[in-house]
């Protein structure tokens, strides 16, 4: 069916509408999490006993939506429309589910994490959040076109192609505040604006889902989840900005997010929504998808035009502007995937709404990955501004097994490490970059006490040391140098005065490297340094208090806090654990080798590590 006029759009929306009120759909999460622990097989096996039990296909519909969140809890599940979220769901499970949650549309209270209260709305993790990237999470199958139709899709489009126009919708997103999701925050509007001036066709607008920091998620599960929110964001923005073609650059090891973005850009294309002629207007757009090979430096916004350009992706001196001059030397204005999902939130609601959620100077809501140490981790999606003690602490739930926050690590490898006064730190752009670290796009990593600041600054560093492309000196000399620095500290080589070179060297970085990620590199041992100075002293002279670097403290046993309850001593691959049952246990330092398992195992705080002359 292809739309020749707004009319069009709204008389298939209307008729989406009239949805039949006895017809019931299962909604498998398919988020990175929850594939990784099994929702292939649980989808399988759910529509297995769909066709086993005889349920009309027509009333009774299972399939995948995006990512819902609670990755950790995973497999998850959602019924519509009764709203009731499952966790925890193995593919065992599916008779019962079939059955009771999709036959009848009750509910399976050992699988629901609140019986009481089923709606996934009810937890504590969800109850700080403002799902506004992520609404249709759960609520639509990401690869149905008329789902994404039915819950508003396209009326952005349409209010900016016939009430707005051009100039209106520049002028909506300029003044909504809208900063790019992807780096730095930059307004963008601002960038929008200077393609206005810029001279040259034809135009480009272009997508970065490159995401290269470990263990960020957010842009792959909104590729995944809702790619028909980022194509019709970048084609308001080329309407806007009289672009032509558009290129949304994804990371080869997102196969699914390639694969959904291709449909959906199909899909479009089909209804008219994209390629000659838009609804019928004189407007003209057309979308492709690029991969790229996996290197982080393509995040950067002159290194990934030169990968789609086909050249070796390393970025150049930015004395023109990628809206002056960018792919292939014509105007281009480039934004994060997450960025242009905003857009048609602005587009149809307008920039006072906008500027009505999130913080002063920071409006809107930002997705980020939460990681590490806190009992739910998962993808969040929360109101700019909210502090860092929410995320931690509510959504969260806290730091894991009774062990002392200690440190987040915001923004991936280019970001820094905040002790835990930054639990009343705003989660924005600017108090992140004030306090030494930044947003990036959206990865925070949560650290207990047993974590060490100098064996992440070491991980961190590693890790852009082998990612540089290495055009120039600061980039490719430096980091080098600060990775074997930092793994002497680590490894118990460390010698005195190696904090105030690691500190220099850093510094110089940030002020000489040629791109973005170069400068930013300097980050991690900037801010351990920072606000951990002291600890990186005590391993200059062999010492890591959290025990987390082998062989630079002994495990000691604290026989008034030990309640005897064998935990270290099962998790001891050494055998340095001695002690029956029900005695205090004690640690043989000579057997020891280091590995920290003790210290993770004891819930009690009862094993300390101390420095090798304190024992014995």
Request: proline fraction near 6%.
């Amino acid at each position: 069916m292809r739309f020749e006029g707004p009319a069009a759009v709204a008389a298939r929306r209307e008729e989406l509408a009239r949805k039949d009120p006895d017809v019931r759909t299962l909604r498998v999460c398919g988020g990175p999490g929850c594939l990784a622990s099994g929702s292939r097989e649980l989808l399988a096996a759910l529509k297995e006993a769909a066709v086993a039990s005889g349920l009309d296909p027509a009333k009774r519909r299972i399939s995948f939506t995006g990512c819902l969140g609670l990755c950790e809890r995973g497999p998850l599940l959602e019924l519509d429309p009764e709203g009731h979220f499952l966790r925890g769901v193995a593919p065992s499970d599916a008779a019962e589910v079939v059955g009771t949650a999709l036959g009848e549309g009750k509910l399976v209270p050992r699988l629901s994490p609140n019986p009481e209260s089923p709606e996934k709305e009810s937890l504590e993790f969800y109850g700080p959040q403002k799902r506004l990237i992520m609404r249709r999470f759960g609520k639509i199958d990401p690869e149905s076109f008329d789902d994404y139709l039915a819950t508003g899709g396209y009326e952005a489009l349409v209010i900016s192609l016939f009430e707005s126009g051009p100039a209106e919708t520049l002028r909506r997103v300029a003044e909504s505040g809208l900063r790019g999701r992807g780096g730095g925050g930059f307004p963008a509007g601002l960038k929008w604006k200077a393609m206005t001036g810029a001279k040259g066709t034809p135009r480009y607008v272009l997508a970065n889902g490159d995401e290269g920091d470990p263990g960020a998620f957010m842009n792959r599960s909104l590729m995944e989840g809702d790619p028909l929110a980022v194509v019709e964001g970048l084609t308001i923005g080329a309407f806007a900005l009289g672009a032509e073609r558009g290129i949304i650059y994804v990371r080869n090891e997102y196969p699914l997010s390639v694969a959904r973005l291709e449909k959906a850009i199909a899909g479009a294309r089909a209804r008219g929504l994209l390629g000659e002629n838009i609804l019928g207007t004189d407007f003209s757009f057309d979308l492709s998808v690029t991969e790229g090979g996996g290197a982080f430096v393509c995040g950067e916004s002159t290194a990934l035009m030169a990968s789609i350009e086909g050249r070796e992706g390393t970025p150049r001196v930015k004395y023109v502007r990628s809206t002056e001059a960018g792919l292939w030397d014509k105007p281009t204005v480039l934004q994060n995937v997450e960025t242009w999902a905003n857009v048609p939130l602005i587009a149809a609601n307008g920039p006072e709404w906008f500027k009505g959620i999130g913080a002063k100077g920071n409006p809107g809501t930002k997705v980020f990955s939460l990681a590490g140490e806190t009992r739910n981790t998962g993808l969040v999606e929360l109101p700019l501004g909210t502090k860092v003690g929410v995320l931690v602490n509510v959504v969260g739930g806290g730091v894991r097994k009774g062990r002392r926050f200690k440190a987040i690590q915001s923004g991936g490898p280019s970001g820094g490490c905040l002790p835990e006064s930054a639990l009343e730190l705003p989660l924005d752009f600017d108090h992140l970059t004030e306090a030494g670290a930044m947003m990036g796009s959206g990865g925070i990593i949560v650290m207990d006490d047993l974590s060490c600041p100098v064996d992440v600054a070491r991980y961190f560093t590693g890790f852009l040391a082998e990612e540089s492309c290495g055009k120039c000196v600061p980039c490719r000399e430096a980091l080098p140098v600060l990775r074997e620095v930092l793994s002497d500290l680590t490894r118990g080589s460390g010698r005195k005065g190696d904090t105030d070179f690691l500190e220099k060297q850093a510094g110089l970085l940030k002020e000489t490297a040629l791109c973005g990620l170069g400068q930013s590199a300097a980050n991690p041992v900037l801010s351990t340094i920072r606000h951990f100075r002291e600890e990186y002293l005590e391993h200059e002279s062999g010492y890591c208090r959290s025990g987390r670097c082998r062989g630079l403290y002994v495990p000691v046993i604290d026989p008034g806090a030990c309640r005897a309850c064998g935990s270290c001593q099962k998790v001891c691959p050494a055998g340095a654990v001695g002690g029956k049952k029900k005695e205090k246990r004690t640690v043989a330092a000579g057997k020891c080798v280091g590995c920290g398992a003790c210290l993770k195992a004891c819930a009690f705080f009862a094993i300390r590590a101390e420095r090798k002359e304190h024992v014995g």
